[in-house]
């Protein structure tokens, strides 16, 4: 049987990589790749958790959908701490971006692009086991606000699988349009940054939506795409596909479920609350 899965070693070992200390930077061995910063003080990071606990609090008007939704931040972005780290890239941390969300990032690049799906999905997957003790706390108090919270948590795994840099779905998808051609990426890259500057405008997220695209604009610009890393084969990226579509579905089947509970079990109630979220009233509970 072989030594590795999907993962790196079954015996959890890693590879000897040099370690930074904190403020030192390191060259990634991936060509093109940048040096990558070693990372947030300690204030620092209490002080942006904050920032970004008081700004949901601010938006959502609850506390609990607050805390809910940064533990439910914090799980997402350890799945992707987790991968990196399996997969030879860590030691991995993650940054707390205020008033955007969180970063993880790793010491040097994936080695290949079926690494980097691996990466960029493990995010959502792992995420969603931050519904659980929402849900538990629902169910040990009855207060539909833990509900809220859960959807909330859900709802970010989802969001993050939009094929759009620098979401997790563009980093997942990417690589498999790529596959088929280059330019079938930009062309979705484009088609993706005319539908955010809509949604923006008809919802009102303006600060979000200027935020992707000018993250869309820059991957447009950015020339060499994941350079020096090999690129996916045609079996890399039909299980590509495969594990974005069921990552997707758990996504928004978690997101749609916790809310049954709290619509009376009524699916078109769920529906039009996960719509009015999103910032579309589609009436269907009318």
């Known amino acids: 049987m072989s030594e590795t899965g999907p993962w790196g070693s079954r015996d959890g070992r890693q590879p000897t990589v040099p ?67 399996r997969l030879g890239m860590g030691p991995a941390r993650v940054y707390i971006i205020p008033f955007l969300g969180g970063l993880a990032r790793g010491q040097r690049n994936p080695a290949s692009e079926w690494d980097g799906v691996l990466v960029s999905l493990a995010g959502p997957a792992f995420g969603l086991l931050a519904v659980l003790p ?33 979401l997790d779905g563009s980093k997942a998808l990417g690589p498999v349009l790529a596959r088929i051609d280059p330019m079938v990426e930009k062309a979705a890259l484009i088609a993706i940054g005319v539908l955010v500057v809509w949604w923006g405008v008809s919802t009102g997220r303006y600060i979000l939506a200027i935020f992707l695209g000018i993250a869309v604009l820059g991957s447009l610009r950015r020339g060499a795409w994941r350079p020096g890393e090999r690129k996916l084969s045609w079996g890399e990226a039909a299980k590509s596909l495969g594990l974005f579509v069921a990552t997707g579905a758990a996504c928004a089947g978690a997101a749609l479920g916790v809310l049954l509970p709290i619509s009376d079990g009524s699916v078109l109630g769920a529906l039009d609350m996960a719509g009015r979220f999103i910032g579309f009233d589609p009436g269907l509970s009318q």
């Open 19 to 85: 370690v930074a200390a904190p403020g030192d930077t390191i060259a990634s061995p991936t060509p093109g790749a940048p040096a990558i910063d070693k990372g947030q003080s300690p204030a620092w990071v209490v002080i942006s958790t904050l920032l970004m606990l008081g700004f949901i609090w601010f938006l959502t008007g609850s506390w609990i959908v607050a805390v809910s939704a940064i533990f439910g931040l914090f799980v997402h972005e350890y799945g992707h701490v987790l991968a990196m780290n």
């Open 134 to 166: 929402a849900v538990g706390l629902w169910m040990a108090t009855g207060d539909r606000e833990w509900m809220m919270g859960a959807f909330l948590i859900a709802m970010i795994n989802l969001v993050n699988l939009a094929p759009a840099p620098p």
